[in-house]
C-alpha cells in the first residue's frame, strides 16, 4: 500500500526558504516519476516540479530558478528545497507520482507572509 507523507511545511517571511519532505512508501520512487503539487485557497491543484530517475527535472515557469526537486532512494523520500518564496507560493503543498495517482496524502502547508 502506498503511502506519501508530507512534512516541512510552516510561515515564513518573503525571501525566506523552507525545504519540504516527502516520505514515500511501497518502492514508488523506483518505479515513477515523482512530483511536488500545490494547492492555494480558491484554486486549482497545479504541478509545481518533477524529478525522473533521480536525476532530470521540470519545473513550473514560476518557480525556475527558486526551487529544486530532489530525491533520496535510499531514504525512499522526495525533496524540495524552496527558496526566495514569494506570498503568491503560498498553498498546500502535496507530493504523488507524475502523472498525479490516487495516492494524495494531507499535504503541508507553507504561508509566505510578512
Known amino acids: 500500500q502506498v503511502q506519501l507523507v508530507e512534512s516541512g511545511g510552516g510561515l515564513v517571511q518573503p525571501g525566506g526558504s523552507l525545504r519540504l519532505s516527502c516520505a514515500t512508501s511501497?518502492?514508488?520512487?523506483?518505479?515513477?516519476?515523482m512530483g511536488w503539487y500545490r494547492q492555494a485557497p480558491g484554486k486549482q491543484r497545479e504541478w509545481v516540479a518533477r524529478?525522473?530517475?533521480?536525476?532530470?527535472?521540470n519545473y513550473v515557469d514560476s518557480v525556475k530558478g527558486r526551487f529544486t526537486i530532489s530525491g533520496d532512494n535510499a531514504k525512499n523520500t522526495v525533496y524540495l528545497q524552496m527558496n526566495s518564496l514569494k506570498p503568491e507560493d503560498t498553498a498546500v503543498y502535496y507530493c504523488?507520482?507524475?502523472?498525479?495517482?490516487?495516492?494524495w496524502g494531507q499535504g503541508t502547508q507553507v504561508t509566505v507572509s510578512s
Open positions: 524529478i525522473i530517475s533521480g536525476d532530470s527535472t
Open positions: 511501497g518502492g514508488i520512487m523506483r518505479i515513477y516519476p
Open positions: 504523488n507520482t507524475v502523472p498525479a495517482r490516487n495516492y
